[in-house]
């Protein structure tokens, strides 16, 4: 987990890296297309945000939850790309690519939700001693 923590860090600071060389480089299309990034990733976050405050069934199921976000996360995709003129079928290329980054997630999130057990285990079964 430790290595898989260090590319995700590799890969975000390459992103950001990219993104600023690309904005300097670009016109003004790309300006309007961070804009738009920026609004429809708002929009997302305020979606799972009411999720997460109003939902019983959505606060209780991890496995719920993370397919929920992959499915919206999916879906501002798309809207993103296809408002930005992007083609259906590149979108749907783009949320193909996510589902191993949602996998590996979902793994990692398994290794520590188990993680977390155990340790409540063995801070309960030392309080009980």
């Known amino acids: ?57 959505f606060q209780k199921n991890v496995y719920i939850q993370l397919l929920t976000i992959f499915l919206v996360s999916s879906m501002v995709e798309i809207a993103y790309m296809l408002v930005t003129g992007l083609s259906f079928t590149i979108a749907i290329h783009f949320v193909l690519l996510g589902i191993p980054i949602t996998i590996i997630g979902l793994l990692y999130w ?4 188990d993680k977390i057990k155990k340790l409540l285990r063995d801070k309960k079964s030392s309080l009980s001693n």
């Open 1 to 57: 987990m430790k290595y898989l923590k260090k590319l995700l860090l590799v890969l975000c600071i390459g992103a950001i890296y990219n993104l600023y060389f690309t904005l300097i480089n670009s016109s003004l299309t790309s300006w309007v297309n961070i804009i738009l990034f920026i609004i429809f990733g708002y929009a997302e976050v305020f979606t799972l945000e009411l999720l997460f405050k109003y939902s019983i069934k």
């Open 110 to 113: 398994k290794y520590y939700v």
